[in-house]
């Protein structure tokens, strides 16, 4: 039987049977566009936010130790020494103009990187200076293994030398003569106070945020000091490493 009849009595013959060429299946791929180039100035913004958030990661911990310090249940705690509010940074070199001994000129970023238990007495060092410097040393001293987080500083008022028996005392600590009015725009006493009869602590970064009472109670003091270096401790580390 023939195609032709086939068809005619309504059978339908397969495709490659009823024509010479059965059509081929088309086939497509599919390429991935290009993606669009960012603008100058959008690269510019993302760029910026990228390092912001950087930025806030790394100082997380220290904003972290603050707010626990001075915001969490403040209430609750109780310091012997006065809260410096808002701390004071460390003045710059114009500022607050420092020498060493030698006459050697001293940046005051230098003493950034370590908490600083400051004394500012004159250099003729009366009873009250000398029992500040003593009291200084014992409550570095006091602090065990975190002493090393902690340096002894002694800013010198004027010009006047630094009495010559104090020095064997002095060993290990930090003395520098400053320029009186300009130490005393940055540290100041209680009223009624001279600037010299205050221990002062300044923070790794600088800043002066704590003044303890005249007549100092070392054991006192010694609580909030350990207070302050537990605090602190996920970011400050022995040395100066603080910038």
């Not at 500012?120 to 602090?143: N, P, V």
């Amino acid at each position: 039987m023939s195609g032709s009849e086939s068809s005619a009595h309504g059978v339908s013959l397969p495709p490659s049977l009823d024509s010479p060429a059965a059509p081929q299946a088309l086939s497509f791929t599919v390429h991935s566009l290009p993606a669009p180039e960012l603008p100058a100035e959008r690269r510019t913004r993302v760029g910026r936010l990228k390092m912001l958030m950087v930025l806030l990661v790394c100082a997380a911990p220290v904003v972290a130790s603050y707010f626990t310090y001075y915001v969490v249940r403040p209430q609750a705690r109780s310091n012997y020494g006065q809260l410096i509010e808002p701390p004071r940074a460390l003045p710059s070199m114009t500022e607050l103009p420092l020498t060493d001994l030698q006459g050697q000129p001293v940046d005051p970023a230098a003493l950034r990187g370590q908490w600083l238990l400051v004394v500012a007495a004159e250099g003729s060092c009366d009873a009250t200076c000398e029992q500040l410097l003593y009291l200084q040393r014992q409550l570095r001293e006091s602090l065990g293994r975190e002493k090393d987080r902690v340096d002894r500083v002694w800013l010198v008022p004027g010009e006047q030398p630094v009495r010559a028996a104090l020095m064997p005392a002095l060993q290990g600590a930090i003395v520098l003569q400053a320029k009186a009015r300009a130490l005393g725009r940055w540290l100041q006493p209680e009223a009624g106070r001279a600037l010299g009869a205050h221990l002062y602590l300044v923070d790794p970064m600088g800043r002066w945020m704590m003044r303890f009472p005249a007549e100092l109670d070392p054991s006192k003091a010694k609580k909030d000091l350990d207070r302050l270096l537990r605090a602190a401790a996920s970011w400050d580390r022995a040395g100066r490493e603080v910038k």
